[in-house]
């Protein structure tokens, strides 16, 4: 199983627009991060976490590969602003069928909302062909032939989704993680979280509380990821963290 990462930023990306703080104006290229996405390939099949507004290059930067599935975390713009991006993938695919989606039911309404003209009785000709399926809190799922757990967790007041896969836990967007999820993280070998800056924050978790959930869950390593320029240097933070936990950056590549 092999994770990349191909964004590590928060909702602005890094450098933010019109900033000129040290991560902004840093030449370290683990500084700059663009929206939060991942890709992950696992017994021959190919599943992408998320869709923001910057998935095309971040595909086309790891060669365009195939995608079996789509697995979408909410419904927030830099998680999901990119879903029509994916159309070359939902061509010539076999028996011609569409690309599955995976997303809680208020995530496939926004979607159907905010990409109308796919989903009409007489859909816009070129537009994306997407199967909607949609998650339930509580039940596993088979995303393209990999048994899937949801990791309900909130986002703020917005309940959202991470997902376990194997050994692998992805969580992204927490401000706080139940303990009927925590006791689904149990055995993890590898987690990653979020850890927006160091000050608290209301609607994500800081550095400190993602450290607290490493050490209820205890995985054998975890990654920080969604990350704002307040946080600061990559090689700083890096410095700062115990043992077994480390900073991703946009390109890191993991085996599990």
């Known amino acids: 199983m092999r994770l990349t990462f191909l964004g590590t930023g928060t909702s602005t990306g890094i450098p933010v627009l ?3 703080c040290e991560a902004c104006t840093s030449v370290d290229p683990r500084d700059r991060r663009r929206r939060c996405a991942a ?3 696992a017994d021959g099949r190919n599943i992408l976490i998320d869709s923001g507004p910057d998935i095309r290059a971040q595909l086309l930067g790891i060669g365009s590969p195939d995608i079996d599935a789509v697995l979408i975390t909410h419904t927030h713009y830099d998680h999901l602003g990119g879903i029509d991006d994916l159309r070359p993938y939902t061509y010539g695919r076999p028996g011609d069928e569409p690309l599955p989606v995976y997303a809680r039911a208020d995530v496939i309404g926004d979607l159907r909302a905010r990409i109308p003209y796919a989903f009409g009785p007489h859909p816009y000709p070129g537009t994306p062909r997407l199967e909607l399926r949609e998650v339930k809190d509580d039940r ?4 393209a032939g ?7 967790v909130l986002h703020g007041k917005l309940h959202i989704l991470g997902y376990r896969i194997g050994p692998l836990a992805y969580i992204t967007d927490a401000s706080s993680v139940p303990q009927s999820t ?3 993280l149990e ?15 209301f609607a994500h978790f800081s550095v400190d509380d993602a450290l607290a959930l490493v050490d209820a869950v ?3 390593r ?15 933070l890096a410095e700062s963290l115990p043992p077994g936990v480390g900073p991703a950056y946009d390109g890191l590549s993991i085996t599990i």
Not at 140 to 143: D, G, P, Q, V
């Open 18 to 20: 019109r900033c000129h």
């Open 39 to 41: 890709f992950l390939e």
């Open 140 to 143: 596993l799922f088979s995303a």
């Open 146 to 152: 990999l048994e899937t757990v949801p990791l309900p």
């Open 182 to 184: 925590i006791e689904r």
């Open 187 to 201: 055995g993890v070998d590898t987690l990653v979280v979020n850890a927006l800056r160091r000050e608290p924050h």
């Open 218 to 220: 205890k995985p054998r």
């Open 222 to 236: 975890t990654y920080l990821t969604h990350f704002a320029h307040h946080i600061g240097l990559h090689a700083a």
